[in-house]
């Protein structure tokens, strides 16, 4: 993880058997979660299915280019139909290229809004359209609560 130029830093006492850990810690960006890398189905993993278990960085495979992403609360129910539900986290990259299909967040007379991606859709109806954000990945909570 690289530090900024102008943040302070402090030496640390570590014992030396932990700092393959630490360095791996750092390299990953964080805590892995248990992640099996076959199909489960419903109910529990069988016993036999912890050979396959692997360790997922959920941090690492969701956001693999923090300086590029930002994350977008959907503010309403536009997008339902397509299962994106009021309250949902959108993770976008910036500097990503929009490919027809994609959503999109764009900002097109002076608003921001969330949109599929239709080129030339786009020329006709909002020439101006500038596309800022691709969304990859949406996280959407089960227990029907909201995030924040």
Excluded: W
């Amino acid at each position: 993880m690289a530090r900024r130029n102008d943040e302070p830093t402090r030496p640390v006492e570590v014992p030396v058997s932990l700092i393959p850990q630490i360095e791996q810690f750092i390299a990953q960006g964080g805590v892995g979660c248990p992640f099996y890398d076959t199909a489960v189905p419903a109910g529990f993993p069988s016993p036999a299915q912890d050979e396959n278990l692997q360790t997922l960085n959920i941090v690492s495979y969701l956001i693999p280019y923090p300086e590029r992403t930002i994350l977008v609360k959907v503010p309403d129910d536009a997008f339902e139909e397509e299962g994106i539900f009021r309250g949902d986290i959108l993770i976008a990259e910036r500097e990503t290229t929009a490919r027809d299909g994609d959503l999109a967040l764009c900002s097109a007379g002076g608003n921001v809004v969330l949109i599929r991606i239709n080129r030339a859709a786009m020329r006709q109806k909002a020439p101006d359209a500038v596309i800022h954000a691709v969304v990859r990945f949406r996280i959407h909570t089960l227990y029907g609560g909201n995030f924040f």
